[in-house]
């Protein structure tokens, strides 16, 4: 009867993995365990480490704990869940401090918030799983559930408050419009950015390769819907020491999505820097649009009898197969020409 027992205790040790736990710590669910130093360090190979309020679950190649600190090391294909704020993260190697709860991980990171789908690249990231603060001070690359890529110097994410901090940012939209930010605040809830120091390089798929369309602003407020820009200035110039040829600047500048119209508060028309004309409102077409009522870029050029002169075009949409373009010229030498050309195409017929 002994050797029975005897032989089925060896049976249970091989076929299934040995579980150890340590009191206010973790349970091992692992291949191998190894106790030391008077049970004050446990090593712990290929299996999992579980948290005891079940909030961590960790799988990874080796665990050591250090009783003693409250410190769990982590090496080799780190996998953590934190079920309680729905993270994921993967690692390379990472360290728990049970008594500052506090999360390190390094190497090639992927965290995830499965909450609101955002997903994080760094190469570093500590995790302050009392306070609820996520943060890297690593270039690290973030993308949100509405595609956007935001790419940051280092960040801070207040989970509870729902807030992002983020430092030096370059965010990318779906639509290709870049965005250059000193520093920001991206609210995860309404997905609003508020930042200072702006420059957004617009999309140029619809003008010619020469033109960059961009927009300069002191601070700037961007959701899915409209970019708002106080203090800005825009143009379409190629870029070039000293300004641009051309630009508008206004108080308030906003870009209406959904209408793909840039619409401006007391605007300011200047040609090298000098004003030429002021708008106490004003709006034209976004660079996509390929067809739609309103002015067009200005642009500067020469006759054929060697006079200089600005032009200033307004194109309207008369119907789906009628368009015209009124042109303002102002020379230099003070004269002034309106040109009008219009545009008819039929099924048999171009006019």
């Known amino acids: ?22 009191e206010n710590s973790f349970n091992f669910k692992t291949q191998n365990i190894e106790v030391k130093d008077n049970g004050n360090l446990i090593e712990a190979n290929d299996g999992k480490a579980v948290s005891r309020d079940g909030n ?20 080799g294909n780190g996998f953590i869940i934190h079920r ?5 993260i993967e690692f390379d190697k990472g ?27 760094t190469e570093k990231l500590n995790f302050n799983y009392k306070d609820n603060i996520l943060l890297s001070d ?4 973030i993308k949100d559930k509405f595609q956007n890529l935001l790419i940051s110097e280092k960040f801070k994410y207040e989970i509870q408050n729902e807030l992002i901090k983020l ?33 957004l390089e617009l999309d140029n798929k619809t003008l010619n390769r020469e033109s960059e369309p ?33 630009q508008i600047s206004a108080k308030k500048i906003e870009h209406k999505k959904k209408e793909k119209s840039i619409y401006y508060k007391d605007a300011i028309l200047k040609i090298y820097d000098f004003p030429v004309a002021y708008f106490p409102e004003f709006y034209h077409p976004d660079p996509t649009v390929k067809r739609q009522s309103g002015f067009l870029t200005p642009s500067l050029k020469r006759s054929t009898n060697r006079k200089n002169f600005f032009e200033i075009p307004y194109y309207y949409v008369i119907s789906d197969s009628k368009d015209t373009t009124l042109s303002s010229r102002f020379y230099n030498d003070s004269q002034f020409l309106i040109q009008n050309e219009f545009r008819s195409v039929k099924k048999d017929s171009n006019h």
């Open 84 to 88: 309680e704020k729905n993270f994921k």
């Open 214 to 246: 961009r927009l300069k602003g002191k601070s700037v407020i961007n959701n899915q819907s409209t970019t708002t820009v106080m203090g800005g200035v825009f143009t379409t110039c190629k870029r070039r020491d000293g300004c641009p040829p051309w």
């Open 95 to 121: 360290e728990i401090n049970q008594k500052k709860s506090i999360l390190e991980v390094t190497g090639k990171i992927l965290a995830e918030d499965q909450n609101i789908g955002l997903k994080i690249e």
């Open 56 to 75: 961590f679950e960790i799988s990874a190649d080796n665990f050591q704990y250090f009783k003693n600190s409250g410190i769990l090391k982590i090496n």
């Open 138 to 141: 690593e270039k690290s690359r």
């Open 1 to 22: 009867m002994k050797n029975k027992i005897f032989y089925i205790l060896i049976l249970a040790f091989i076929f299934f993995k040995p579980a150890f736990s340590v």
């Open 167 to 199: 430092s030096k940012l370059k965010l990318t939209d779906k639509n290709d419009n870049t965005f250059e930010l000193s520093t920001a605040y991206l609210n995860t809830k309404t997905n609003n950015l508020l930042g200072k120091d702006l420059l």
